[in-house]
C-alpha cells in the first residue's frame, strides 16, 4: 500500500504562483508516472502536468509555458510549480502515481487526498 501526501495548496493571488508537492511513502520499489490533475467545481477532473520516469513531460494546453512539473524519485516526490496564476486555476488539485511494488507485478495507480488552491482577489 502506498500513500500520496499533497501540500502547497491555499488562497493564492492572481498573477501569482504557487508550488505544489506530493510525496509517496509506502511499499514501493519503483514508481513510473507521476503527475498532477485538477477539478474545479461542477467539472471533471483533468490532467495539469505528468512526468514519465524518463523524464518526458506532457501538459495541460492552459497551463503550457506557466507550470513547470518535477520529480525526485530518490525522494518519491513531484512538484508543480505554477505561475502567472489565473482565477480559472482554482481548483481541487490531485496528485497521480502509478507504483511498482515488487519489480515483477504490474503497476497500481494511486491518488492523493487533494489539495485546494483557490486563486482570488
Known amino acids: 500500500q502506498v500513500t500520496l501526501v499533497e501540500s502547497g495548496g491555499g488562497l493564492m493571488q492572481p498573477g501569482g504562483s504557487l508550488r505544489l508537492s506530493c510525496k509517496a511513502s509506502?511499499?514501493?520499489?519503483?514508481?513510473?508516472?507521476m503527475g498532477w490533475y485538477s477539478q474545479a467545481p461542477g467539472k471533471e477532473r483533468e490532467l495539469v502536468a505528468v512526468?514519465?520516469?524518463?523524464?518526458?513531460?506532457q501538459y495541460e494546453d492552459s497551463v503550457k509555458g506557466r507550470a513547470t512539473i518535477s520529480r525526485d524519485d530518490a525522494k518519491n516526490t513531484v512538484d508543480l510549480q505554477m505561475n502567472s496564476l489565473k482565477p480559472e486555476d482554482t481548483a481541487v488539485y490531485y496528485c497521480?502515481?502509478?507504483?511498482?511494488?515488487?519489480?515483477?507485478?504490474?503497476?497500481?495507480?494511486?491518488w492523493g487526498q487533494g489539495t485546494q488552491v483557490t486563486v482570488s482577489s
Open positions: 509506502g511499499n514501493i520499489y519503483k514508481i513510473y508516472t
Open positions: 512526468i514519465t520516469s524518463i523524464s518526458t513531460i
Open positions: 497521480n502515481m502509478d507504483v511498482d511494488h515488487t519489480g515483477y507485478t504490474d503497476t497500481v495507480n494511486y
